[in-house]
């Protein structure tokens, strides 16, 4: 059974040049280019499996894809059944070929809290983790990029793992499909219907900008009006650093940037973030300085994880300052999230506060992450790392 909605995401990033000329029912688009989204194209490119099932001209299709994109991503609809402006036999046969399946859901835990973290597991197997983060009235859904990171930040669980591969943006969408689901929000809001999942924050597993096709083919998909229909004020992707794809993705995608800064000297995160041997600090603060989609409205994030008697003294905290000093930004104090075997501890409450009173007299919001879901939230990554030892023990 292929999935559908396979054919969307694969086309939401084709570049309208690609597109130019290869039939005439690419003239509607051509002419409104500026206008054209990714439901445009995937509904013009998905006529060729709608018209493969033989029900169809191409008129047809064309309607029929735009039909198709608006249950599945309006709706969340997981089958064909409940499309009621599509005809039975057409519906028939969209189903004997083609599913419109979630990923299997491997595990679920709920906080007395409110936040929800799901193993996802994927058709080969692979597994990635999905949290939802309430706040006081929405909340996030942190979905992950990678199974597993290529990059090994030293008080990182995910880090521990090597990369084993990117997800497709359909898997990709798809962990926010189902966290959806699982608070029974569909449809996706028009307008300002308040949902609690409005948020996407790109700081599961994995570097994003290390797998940047799929990652800006799945946001483009669910930025579109006609679908989930999330603004990209409400996406924020977090960054190790991989400066090259800092200005590809403001200038391409305009989310919000969050970068995991978490030391202000290059000795100290070449060994906390050992990509700061290829990108600098220097490097850094000045992709940051050039990211377009940064203003006083929406500032970019710095994460700092707070380990004890690692970055945690005031001396860092006016260096950070310093660093940033005329950048719209705010500064994430995180305490350490520890797991076993890790070589850091969090640093005392007394710290953190010393810290965020010197960002914070600076001018910068510095809020010190709450821990949420304590009695689920172990540090991301773990949960995988747990179902593949299980895996293995039986086997
Ligand atoms: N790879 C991307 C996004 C995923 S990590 C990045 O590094 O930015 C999301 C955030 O969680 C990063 O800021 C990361 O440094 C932080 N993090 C990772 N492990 C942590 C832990 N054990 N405790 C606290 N924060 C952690
Ligand atoms: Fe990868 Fe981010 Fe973890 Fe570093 S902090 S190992 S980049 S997931």
């Not at 084709?14 to 409104?32: H, K, M, Q, S, Y």
């Not at 983790?129 to 090994?152: H, N």
């Not at 999942?197 to 083919?217: C, D, F, Q, R």
């Not at 890790?342 to 510095?366: L, M, W």
Request: glycine share 6%; charged share 25%; proline share 5%.
């Amino acid at each position: 059974m292929k999935p559908l909605s396979e054919w969307l995401p694969q086309l939401a990033n084709f570049t309208i040049p690609a597109l130019r000329g290869t039939v005439t029912r690419l003239r509607e688009l051509r002419r409104n280019e500026d206008r054209v989204t990714a439901r445009d194209i995937a509904s013009v490119v998905l006529c060729d499996p709608l018209m493969t099932l033989n029900v169809l001209r191409y008129s047809q299709a064309r309607m029929r894809a735009r039909q198709l994109w608006h249950w599945i991503y309006h709706h969340g609809l997981t089958s064909f059944d409940g499309m009621s402006s599509i005809a039975r036999p057409m519906r028939d046969a969209l189903a004997a070929t083609y599913g419109l399946n979630r990923p299997t859901i491997a595990r679920e835990q709920r906080s007395i809290d409110g936040t929800r973290k799901w193993l996802l597991r994927f058709e080969d197997g692979q597994e990635v983790e999905t949290v939802y983060i309430p706040e006081e009235d929405r909340g996030a859904v942190c979905i992950s990029s990678q199974v597993g990171c290529a990059l090994t930040c030293k008080f990182c669980h995910t880090g521990t793992q090597r990369l084993v591969r990117n997800l497709g943006a359909r898997e990709i969408v798809s962990e926010f499909m189902v966290a959806r689901d699982s608070y029974g929000e569909w449809p996706s809001p028009k307008g300002d219907t308040p949902r609690l999942l409005s948020t996407i924050v790109l700081m599961g597993m994995g570097e994003p900008l290390y797998n940047y096709a799929n990652v800006a083919k799945a946001m483009r998909i669910v930025m579109d009006g006609e679908g989930i229909a999330l603004s990209r004020r409400r996406i924020t992707l977090s960054t190790s650093g991989v400066v090259p794809m800092m200005d590809r993705c403001g200038e391409e995608l305009g989310v919000n940037l969050a970068v995991s800064l978490h030391a202000v000297r290059d000795d100290l995160r070449d060994e906390l973030v050992p990509l700061n041997r290829k990108y600098p600090i220097g490097e850094l603060m000045a992709a940051c300085r050039r990211y377009p989609a940064a203003s006083n409205a929406r500032r970019i994030t710095f994460e700092y994880v707070m380990l004890k008697g690692i970055n945690d003294t005031e001396a860092d905290a006016r260096e950070l300052v310093r660093l940033i000093a005329g950048l719209p930004a705010k500064v994430n104090l995180i305490p350490f999230n520890p797991w076993p075997g890790s070589a850091y501890e969090t640093s005392t409450k007394a710290a953190i506060d010393r810290f965020a009173r010197i960002v914070n007299d600076a001018g910068f919001a510095s809020p010190v992450r709450d821990p949420r879901g304590q009695d689920i939230l172990a540090a991301c990554g773990q949960l995988r790392t747990e179902s593949q030892r299980a895996v293995r023990a039986k086997s």
